[in-house]
Every structure is written in C-alpha cells, then in structure tokens.
C-alpha cells in the first residue's frame, strides 16, 4: 500500500505552519498596523498592567470621566513652593480657586422630565473672596523636608438663574434667581527660609 507524499516529506507539518503564520499576522497587526500601539510612558490605557494599549471604543460620557480624573490628578499633587519673604510682602496665599473648581463644588441639578419640563442655569457669577490665612510652624514632613503648611480659606459665592418651562401639556416658563456659598481649603507647603546668610568679603 502506497503512502501519501506528504508523510514522507520532512516538512513541518500544516497544522504548525497554519499557528505560526497566524501568530506572527497577529503580532504585526497589533503592533505596527495601527491597531495598537506600544504606551510604556503613558499611564492611561484599556491594558495597563501590561503596558501597551489597542484601539479601543469607548462611550462619551467614559472619555469624559478619563478627562475629569486627569485634571484631578493634576489638581491633587502637592506642590512645594518657595519658602516666604521675610519682609512679609510677598502674600503666601498665590492660588486662589478658579471658577470652573468653585461650580463644580456646587449642588448638582436634575434637568428635567423629558417631553413634560426642561431646567437650566444661566447668568452664573461667582465672587471668589479670601476669609482666612494660616502659616504653621516649621516642621519636617515625610518626603518633602523641612517645610511650612499654609492654610488659605476662601469663600465663594455663586449667583445664578434657575430657569424651568414647558411647552405642553400646559405651557409655562418661570425664573428663579438663587445664591449658593461654598467654603474652599486650599493647603500647600512651603520650604523652611533658612537665616540670612551675610555676604563675606573676597579674599
């Protein structure tokens, strides 16, 4: 009985040709087609443990969370700033609030029922006013040396319009006009001025 050509050849068989050229298709697709591309400084990405990414639909409303949490990470580093003048003209309070933080700080509002009554805010201003400042004592602090925690408090008061109509089933419009105060902490650390160093003569 005759054998198949196939048997007696010393090729590697289909099945192990089939795997390797899938495999080596998908590794190019994934790495250089623009399918996916290699994030080894990037933090933000659908696989980050093993940091590298591919393209990856994501809802509005998900790219707008990645935005937001960005923003507040950059909002919650901790910086060390210059220590403070010793002549005490320099203010140690520099950044006050904006008003993109203060609106965000103020009390949600549900927009309405749909097709029955619609809401809406405008005409916002914002009064940003400073109500207190605090310098504590010198101390170290784990990772940042010796340093001074200052203590700004601000007081922000929000003016806006509160707007509500409809057009059917009965059609009305009404305005409100409301105020809304909010209290903002905003701590940061400064470096320890070490004592005047008097200027020695050349030699």
Known sequence: MFQPARHRSPKTPRWVRGLLTCTFLAVISTTHLGCGL???VRNISPLHPTGWSFAWPILPSQS????E????????????LDPIPADGLGAACLDPPNEEEVWNKVPKFKNGAYFFYETQRNNVRILI???GEKVDPCKIYPLAGPCQLVHCHYKCTVYYDELYWSDYPIPFNHVDHKVEVVYIDKDHLRRCGGPA??????L
């Open 69 to 80: 949490d960005i923003k507040r990470e950059e909002r919650d580093k901790v910086p060390i």
């Open 64 to 67: 707008q969370r990645l935005e």
């Open 197 to 202: 160093q008097a200027a020695t003569p050349p």
């Open 129 to 131: 006013e400073k109500i």
């Open 38 to 40: 290699d994030y080894v």
